[in-house]
């Protein structure tokens, strides 16, 4: 089957580094994503990977390894506003039913002062 | 530009009844994908439709069904609803590459 599997919360303090693992076990793989979603609102892209390596967008970076089945996401200088729920996603070749992104079940983040 | 916009954002049913759910892609985009988003089950794809024809499907009974038109716009049907059924149904399309732009979503709450 499909499967995507993340931590379903993690705590830490402003100001702290943290880092969201995501292992994954999906047919017909090709990227890892994430996004991030505040409470209420649309999950908003955050971050890519189509090749194995770190990418870095600012305080955030994800990293994958295709021979791990494995990747995860660093968030640094954590800020109150990154209290969010985080989602990695696997991409998939379009011709796989079952959708383009199966998406993990979702980490809390909560950043305490 | 202007974003995905879903209608309506709010709604409230009783068993037995249907829906039909509306999103609107950005302009010039002819893909929409459809995902429902319960807090058990997290976010699952329903199913994506390009240029009118449906391109994928998720694993989902057939009441749940969707179309688009040719202008784009899609909608997405649920009938004979069910306390399950309760979720956030967000529509996307694609941005770049492989990523997904959300609509803000519609929640369904079934009484």
């Known amino acids: 089957g499909q499967s995507l599997e993340q931590p379903s919360e993690v705590t830490a303090v402003e100001g702290a580094i943290v880092q969201i693992n995501c292992t994954y076990q999906t047919s017909g793989f090709y990227g890892l994503s994430w996004y991030q979603q505040h409470d209420g609102g649309a999950p908003t892209f955050l971050s890519y990977?189509?090749?194995?390596g770190l990418e870095e967008t600012g305080r955030f970076s994800s990293f994958l390894s295709r021979s791990d089945s494995y990747g995860y996401l660093l968030l640094q200088e954590l800020q109150m506003k990154d209290s969010a729920s985080y989602f990695c996603a696997a991409i998939r070749r379009r011709d796989n039913q079952g959708g383009k992104l199966i998406f993990g079940q979702g980490t809390e983040l909560s950043v305490k002062p | 530009k202007a974003g995905v916009t879903q209608t309506p954002r709010y709604l409230i049913k009783t068993r037995g009844q249907q829906v039909t759910l509306s999103c609107s892609p950005i302009?010039?985009?002819?893909?929409v994908s459809w995902y429902q988003q319960t807090p058990g089950q997290g976010l699952q794809f329903l199913f994506e439709?390009?240029?009118?024809?449906?391109?994928n499907k998720g694993n989902f009974p057939g009441r749940f069904s969707g179309r688009q038109f040719s202008n784009s716009r899609s909608e997405m049907n649920v009938s004979t609803l069910e306390l399950g059924d309760s979720a956030l149904y967000l529509c996307?399309?694609?941005?770049?590459?492989?990523?997904?732009?959300f609509g803000p979503g519609t929640r369904l709450t079934v009484l």
């Open positions: 302009s010039g985009h002819r893909s």
């Open positions: 996307a399309t694609p941005e770049w590459a492989d990523t997904q732009y």
């Open positions: 439709y390009f240029s009118e024809t449906q391109r």
């Open positions: 990977n189509a090749l194995d």
